[in-house]
């Protein structure tokens, strides 16, 4: 089936006219016509209706319309693997990676990764952690990087185990002169961003209810957003070490220790399907890889 012919019917289908699809063609209208004409007898049946100068589509219609668009995706998703082959890629990994981890260890895999193995092309979806699990069940990806262990029927690999700390914006003095800040005072009179996190909130929250005499909590789901809000002086947070020590190091935020709460930790797991060559070779580097 010649793929012309079905963008020009998908046109045809979203425009309903045939004389807008020749303009967005540079072709004539009856050869738009034409073309419809070879498709409905390839496919033997009518795929649209005449009223005066617009068409519109008949069921058998909007049932191919359906499959066409399935069609050309996995037409385009064909050339473009081509057309890495030929650029020297001889796979595409696919990895499902956590926002969380988009925004920490992502970038140093990348520049790793393409350096080690040049003839293999990344590709990368940023997925929820709890998302992702099913994601490498399906098979939609290759691997996933996440912060919540996998399903019983799919392998998971911890890779890496950090602390949690209570983080508020520098209050710019230094270590040696600046007054102590007290994290229940901290935490009893500013806004609390919670859940950007899918492993330790629960619990953590528990502890926060019954050590404080008050408090007001914020749900924010994203680790880089809490972050953002923290360092703007909005509110304060309890953060992987991962995501802060850059603006730790910077002067930007400050860690408040917290002797009176158990403070949780964050774990880090790779979620494979198969033991394939690329799979085990991706997983090796990973596990071999150093998260500061």
Not at 8 to 36: D, G, S
Not at 56 to 69: D, H, P, S
Not at 250 to 263: D, W
Request: proline letters at 4%.
């Amino acid at each position: 089936m010649d793929t012309r012919i079905m963008q020009t019917f998908l046109l045809a289908a979203k425009y309903e006219n045939f004389r807008m699809v020749a303009e967005k063609l540079y072709i004539t209208q009856p050869a738009v016509t034409f073309q419809i004409r070879q498709l409905e007898e390839e496919l033997g049946g009518k795929l649209f209706n005449k009223y005066g100068r617009n068409i519109q589509l008949t069921e058998f219609g909007r049932l191919f319309e359906k499959e066409a668009k399935e069609m050309i995706a996995q037409y385009e998703k064909s050339i473009t693997r081509l057309n890495s082959f030929q650029q020297g890629f001889q796979r595409t990994i696919r990895v499902a990676i956590s926002p969380l981890m988009a925004e920490t260890i992502l970038p140093s895999i990348l520049v790793r990764y393409t350096k080690t193995f040049p003839n293999v092309e990344l590709s990368i979806e940023v997925l929820e952690s709890i998302k992702i699990s099913d994601a490498v069940e399906k098979g939609e990806v290759d691997l996933g990087l996440s912060c919540l262990p996998g399903f019983p029927t799919i392998k998971s690999l911890k890779l890496h185990e950090e602390s949690v700390s209570l983080v508020c914006r520098h209050d710019g003095y230094d270590s040696e002169t600046g007054p102590i800040i007290d994290a229940q005072n901290l935490l009893e009179s500013t806004i609390i961003f919670t859940d950007n996190h899918p492993t330790y909130w629960e619990r953590l929250k528990e502890q926060l209810k019954t050590s404080l005499s008050t408090y007001k909590l914020m749900k924010v789901n994203q680790s880089y957003v809490t972050k953002r809000f923290v360092l703007e002086g909005i509110g304060v947070s309890f953060l992987p070490k991962s995501i802060i020590n850059r603006e730790i190091l910077e002067g930007r935020l400050l860690e408040v220790p917290a002797p009176f709460l158990t403070l949780p930790t964050a774990n880090m797991y790779i979620l494979y399907k198969y033991e394939q060559q690329m799979e085990s070779d991706f997983v090796k580097f990973i596990s071999n890889f150093y998260i500061s």
